[in-house]
T-cell receptor, first 117, second 107 residues
Framework: DAGITQSPRHKVTETGTPVTLRCHQT?????MYWYRQDPGHGLRLIHY???????DKGEVSDGYSVSRSKTEDFLLTLESATSSQTSVYFCAISDPDRGYAGANVLTFGAGSRLTVL | AQRVTQPEKLLSVFKGAPVELKCNYSYSGSPELFWYVQYSRQRLQLLLRHISRESIKGFTADLNKGETSFHLKKPFAQEEDSAMYYC?????????FGSGTRLLVRP
C-alpha cells in the first residue's frame, strides 16, 4: 500500500478557498484517477490521467481541475471550494498493459477527507 | 449510457447464511466487471474480476449477459465478510462504480 500516498489525509476549509489534494505513486503506473465517495452515490470519477500532461474529465468534473507534470504525481484542485464538495477523495492508479489479460485493476490510496464549512 | 446498479444499500445476514449481493450493468460492448471491497479502516481493494473466473475468500461472481448481471455470492457468510462492496464496470480504462452495498454479517 505504500506505493500510493495521498496528502493531506484530512482537511477542513471554508467556502471559497482553494484546495489542492496530492496523489503520489511509486509504481510507475500510467493511469491515475481521482474519485469522490459519497453515501448513496458510491465512487464517482472526477478526472483521470493516462500519461504526463494527458488528462480527461470524468462524470463529476465541474469545479475541479487536475494536473500531472510527472508520472508519479497527480494533483486535484478545487479552485473555490463549496460545501457540496465535502467528501472523501480517493486516488487510484492502474496500468492495464501489465494487468491480467489487460484487465484494468485499480490500486487505491487511503483517501483524503475534505470538509468545506 | 454505461451504468452499474446495486439495488441494496444494506444487506444483513446471520453467520453461516448464504449471501448474494446484486449487481446489474448497462453497457453496449463486451463488459469487464469487477467487485471491490472496503473493510473497516482499510483501503478499497479488488475482490475479484470476472475475466479470471476465480473464487476469492469463498466469493464467486458469474457474468450473465442475458440478464446483464454480475451478482456476488458466497454460500456461508462469515463475520469478517462485513464490509462495503462495490461492483464496477470498465469503460475504456475508466471504472464506473455502483453505489455500493454494505454487508453486515451478524453472529
Amino acid at each position: 500500500d505504500a506505493g500510493i500516498t495521498q496528502s493531506p489525509r484530512h482537511k477542513v476549509t471554508e467556502t471559497g478557498t482553494p484546495v489542492t489534494l496530492r496523489c503520489h505513486q511509486t509504481e510507475n503506473h500510467r493511469y491515475m484517477y481521482w474519485y469522490r465517495q459519497d453515501p448513496g452515490h458510491g465512487l464517482r470519477l472526477i478526472h483521470y490521467s493516462y500519461g504526463v500532461k494527458d488528462t480527461d474529465k470524468g462524470e463529476v468534473s465541474d469545479g475541479y481541475s487536475v494536473s500531472r507534470s510527472k508520472t508519479e504525481d497527480f494533483l486535484l484542485t478545487l479552485e473555490s471550494a463549496t460545501s457540496s464538495q465535502t467528501s472523501v477523495y480517493f486516488c487510484a492508479i492502474s496500468d492495464p498493459d501489465r494487468g491480467y489479460a489487460g484487465a484494468n485493476v485499480l490500486t487505491f490510496g487511503a483517501g483524503s477527507r475534505l470538509t468545506v464549512l | 449510457a454505461q451504468r452499474v446498479t446495486q439495488p441494496e444499500k444494506l444487506l444483513s445476514v446471520f453467520k453461516g447464511a448464504p449471501v448474494e449481493l446484486k449487481c446489474n450493468y448497462s453497457y453496449s460492448g463486451s463488459p469487464e466487471l469487477f467487485w471491490y471491497v472496503q473493510y473497516s479502516r482499510q483501503r478499497l481493494q479488488l475482490l475479484l474480476r470476472h475475466i479470471s473466473r476465480e473464487s476469492i475468500k469463498g466469493f464467486t461472481a458469474d457474468l450473465n449477459k442475458g440478464e446483464t448481471s454480475f451478482h456476488l455470492k458466497k454460500p456461508f457468510a462469515q463475520e469478517e465478510d462485513s464490509a462495503m462492496y462495490y461492483c464496477a464496470l470498465d469503460s475504456s480504462y475508466k471504472l464506473i462504480f455502483g453505489s455500493g452495498t454494505r454487508l453486515l454479517v451478524r453472529p
